[in-house]
Structure formats: C-alpha cells, structure tokens
C-alpha cells in the first residue's frame, strides 16, 4: 500500500520561502513510472495543479508559477521537496502531494494536505 | 475561472440518484482526453473515485458510475446516502494549456 506523508510548516511570512516535504512509503521514486505531483487548493477555489517530478527526474512546473516554485526528490529518503520562494498572501492554501495512476493522469494516492497561510 | 464548468451545487435525498456535469470544450474533453472524478470530503485529502472517465478504483463502490460524451463527463451516484455529501471534482487535460491539467471548480453535493 502506498502512502504519502506531508511535512512542513503551517504559517510563513510574505517574501519568505515555503518548502514541503512528502515522504513515499511503499513505492520507490526510482520506480519506473512513478511521478509525483503537488496540488494546491487555495480557500474557497478549485485544485490547482503546481508541479511533478518524475521517476526519471523530468520536472514541470505550472507556468504562472514557474520562476518560484522548485520541485526535486531525494531518493535516499524516499521524498519529494517542493519549495515556493517570495511567498504571498495569494499563496495561502491546502497543499498536497500525490502520486499519479500509472495508466493515466489520475492522481490516485493523497498526502494529508497541508494547510499554508501566508500571513505577516 | 476554471477551465472545466460544474454546477456549484446539487441535492438529492437518501436513496435518490444524482447527476454532477463537467463541461469542457475542443480542447479538452472534446479532444478525446479522458476526464476523473475526485470525491472531497471536509478536512480530508480528495479520494479518486472515476478515472479514465468510467472506472473505478479498487474499493469504490458501484453506485458511483461515470461517462463522457461529446465535450462533457458526468458523475452519476445512484442509491444517495448520507456520507456522500461531500464536494466532487473532475479533472481532465487540455492541449491548448500550458499546464495542461485542468479541474472544474467543484460541485458541491448535499443530501437532503
């Protein structure tokens, strides 16, 4: 069984950097086909599709976002990073990690969620 | 605004049978990209619920059933119960985005 565990903080500042660790438990990043996504739903508005890193360290990010936001993974510990610089009130939010099917872009395994507010 | 259109909100009574829509256009579901749904339950993480826009993921129950159709999906869960009440999202993927995937802006359902 697969399962993802978020870790990062609740509250940081405008201007500062915000980064989120996931921990994989039960897959392997190295895996082939294992791509790792991030999604954000700020208060009250729909998913948003941010970032993936894939098994073969192919990246993408979300275009608006692209100049700040960073996605990498360390495959000794079995986690993916996301860190979003120059954060802003905008960026408030629940942040997710999940893994993607394999046979399809459906996101099929959730982490927890991690509510950001961004707030001075 | 999100690129794939819900209805903000659909009610139905237990035992009833209710439809969520997820409109798209040419450059998404009617480009033939397939469309998943994604049940939200309050103060939890999303659960996939439909992908590859009719089936199921291990463990999800046969009441919940999806379908694509020209630029549209629906989401259809027939015999209503209580912990259904919950916000339904779709997803899907978009050619002429630079992101490419696109959710609609949610539905929520309220039993009654």
């Known amino acids: 069984q697969v399962t993802l565990k978020q870790s990062g903080p609740a509250l940081v500042k405008p201007t500062q950097t915000l980064t989120l660790t996931c921990t994989f438990s039960g897959l392997s990043l190295k895996a082939f086909a294992t791509r790792a996504t991030w999604i954000r739903q700020p208060p009250g508005k729909a998913l948003e599709w941010l970032a993936r890193?894939?098994?073969?360290?192919?990246?993408f990010y979300r275009s608006s976002l692209k100049t700040r936001l960073t996605v990498s993974k360390d495959t000794s510990k079995n986690q993916v990073v996301l860190t979003l610089t120059n954060v802003d009130p905008a960026d408030t939010g629940t942040y997710y990690c999940?893994?993607?099917?394999?046979?399809?872009?459906?996101?099929?395994?959730w982490g927890q969620g991690t509510l950001v507010t961004v707030s001075s | 605004q999100p690129v794939l259109t819900q209805p903000p909100s659909v009610s139905g009574a237990p035992g009833q049978r209710v439809t969520i829509s997820c409109t798209g256009n040419?450059?998404?579901?009617?480009?033939?990209?397939?469309v998943h749904w994604y049940q939200h339950l309050p103060g939890m993480a999303p659960k996939l619920l439909i992908y590859?826009?009719?089936d199921r993921p291990s463990g999800v129950p046969d009441r919940f059933s999806g379908s694509k159709s020209g630029t549209s999906a629906s989401l259809t869960i027939t015999g209503l119960q209580a912990d259904d009440e919950a916000y339904y999202y779709c997803?899907?993927?978009?050619?002429?985005?630079?992101?490419?995937?696109?959710f609609g802006g949610g539905t929520r359902l309220t039993v009654l």
């Open positions: 590859l826009n009719e």
């Open positions: 997803q899907s993927y978009d050619i002429s985005l630079s992101d490419h995937v696109v």
């Open positions: 040419t450059s998404n579901i009617g480009a033939g990209y397939d």
């Open positions: 890193i894939d098994w073969d360290d192919d990246k």
């Open positions: 999940v893994r993607m099917r394999q046979d399809s872009d459906a996101y099929d395994v």
